[in-house]
């Protein structure tokens, strides 16, 4: 049903914040996100300035029937930021940053991004970890578990997580930690936005000063791509790594000669001293001769380069967790990535481990801390007739590559469907998020997500 005038008089007298319909001019730039391909038109965007109004817009949702999507930094890869035909909480304007330097902690708006909080830590010589992209936003990361440059140093981001301000279904504001409503700060480091919407995050903060950090090119090759994971896996717990095998793009640091080949484009982030870095870094750049070495001694936020405001790709994806990369599955990845012609395809390989490792399973809704290497495979698709052959591809690529780890990240995950969430949270986990589910928003009003329903059996 369309938001009549009064309802629309009603919302804008409940809330301080911007109310945007589709009759507005900002109505199309505020709801896109960031993927293209991604055309859904809710009935009103709500920009929140408040707690407050938070609750209103929740009760308000709840009350009306109407269907209710969350949006941080608006990367969820299948678009659940945006409602066809409901309303959007936007939350890009709450961007409030409180740092207490004495206990190394900080509260942070659920509108900020990893590249803002970030920058604001940084300044301080401190960090959590986020994850690879500065305009990604920490709410939707942080509540899916959040694996970044930092994770085998100091875990994923939800290991920093020290308490969140939790707006439930019923419109109260609960604050969620290890002494208050625990079963609802164990679901949200790692259930996604299933529980409620979080106004504020609070952070545990790490010294990152001297950090040695950048972008490492080796040419891919079977025994290139096999041994940098191997010396990923073997590497100190301060380097974590983030691998791109890929045709190489026309940067202005690859050589011409090399675009279009397939390359090894790696993140480099080693958290500690200059020395140190030195020896881990080492046996990288012994593989082969580095088409491109900038890894450099640096401010650990400049590891967020600059990001186009309006760069919308569309794309396709899977994700897997897998055991090992050895040779032959290293010829497997050069051989399906040489047979797609899609624009832009890449497997990007991460070696897990190192603190994510030491935390028990249990602790938290993020369920795969045994997982070792995190497999995304992506390929760019130009226009939906494009699409099916693209996801074909995908489809075909992770068969090739599953192994016996079944889980899934649910930040990853490029498609929908329970069974898929399933995966993503296995046995036990799947039990008890529906359990807190059920006692928090029995009404699934939260539903716009990676969806627990709370009527699971
Ligand atoms: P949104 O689309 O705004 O939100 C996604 C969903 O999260 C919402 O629908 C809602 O259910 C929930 N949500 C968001 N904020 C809140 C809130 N405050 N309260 C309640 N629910 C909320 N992930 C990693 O772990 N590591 C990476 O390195 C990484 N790199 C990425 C790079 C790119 C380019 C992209 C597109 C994604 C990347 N991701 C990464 C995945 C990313 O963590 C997820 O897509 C995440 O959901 C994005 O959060 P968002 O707030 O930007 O997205």
């Not at 409940?14 to 109505?27: C, E, F, K, N």
């Amino acid at each position: 049903m369309p938001l009549d005038e009064k309802v629309l008089a009603e919302l804008r007298a409940r809330l301080s914040g911007r109310v945007i319909t589709p009759d507005d001019s900002a109505y199309d730039q505020a709801r896109t996100v960031f993927y293209g391909g991604i055309d859904r038109r809710p009935q009103a965007i709500l920009l929140p300035q408040s707690d407050a109004d938070v609750r209103q817009v929740v009760t308000w949702a709840r009350e009306s029937g109407s269907e209710l999507a969350i949006r941080g930094g608006g990367h969820s890869p299948v678009g659940h930021s945006l409602s066809d035909g409901g309303v959007v909480l936007d939350l890009r304007e709450m961007k409030g940053f409180d740092l207490d330097l004495e206990r190394r902690t900080a509260w942070a708006q659920g509108g900020l991004t990893a590249g803002e909080y970030t920058s604001a830590a940084g300044a301080h010589g401190l960090a959590t970890g986020f994850g690879d992209t500065g305009s990604v936003g920490i709410g939707g990361l942080t509540l899916g578990g959040g694996v970044g440059f930092l994770v085998r140093k100091f875990g994923l981001t939800i290991d920093d997580l020290l308490a969140a301000d939790v707006v439930t279904a019923d419109g109260q504001l609960l604050r969620a930690q290890a002494e208050s409503n625990p079963d609802l700060f164990w679901a949200i480091r790692g259930g996604g936005g299933n529980f409620g919407v979080v106004t504020r995050f609070q952070f545990r903060l790490h010294p990152i000063e001297p950090f040695v950090g950048g972008i490492f090119v080796l040419p891919a090759t079977a025994d290139v791509v096999a041994g940098f994971l191997a010396e990923a896996e073997a590497a100190p717990e301060e380097l974590s790594t983030i691998a791109n095998v890929m045709p190489a793009p026309p940067m202005p640091f690859v050589p011409p000669e090399y675009h279009g080949k397939l390359i090894v484009l790696a993140f480099m982030a080693f958290a500690g001293k200059v020395e140190a870095a030195e020896r881990a870094l080492a046996p990288f750049r012994g593989l082969a001769t580095p088409i491109a070495d900038m890894v450099r001694p640096m401010k650990y936020p400049e590891m967020y380069g600059p990001e186009p405001g309006d760069y919308h790709p569309t794309a396709v994806g899977r994700t897997m967790f897998v055991d090992s990369i050895d040779r032959s599955i290293a010829q497997d990845i050069l051989a399906r990535l040489e047979a797609s012609d899609a624009s832009v395809r890449v497997a990007q390989l991460r070696v897990l481990g190192g603190a994510m490792a030491r935390v028990p399973n249990e602790a938290t809704a993020f369920a795969h801390r045994a997982s070792r290497i995190l497999v995304n495979l992506a390929a760019f698709y130009e226009g939906v007739e494009d699409r099916p052959r693209r996801e074909q591809w995908v489809k075909e690529f992770e068969a090739t590559l599953r192994q016996k780890d079944n889980g899934a990240y649910v930040n990853f995950l490029g498609e929908e469907g329970p069974s898929l969430v399933h995966r993503a949270y296995p046995g036990s986990t799947w039990d008890r998020l529906v359990d807190v589910k059920r006692r928090y928003d029995p009404g699934n009003l939260f539903h716009r997500n990676h969806n627990l329903p709370p009527d699971s059996p």
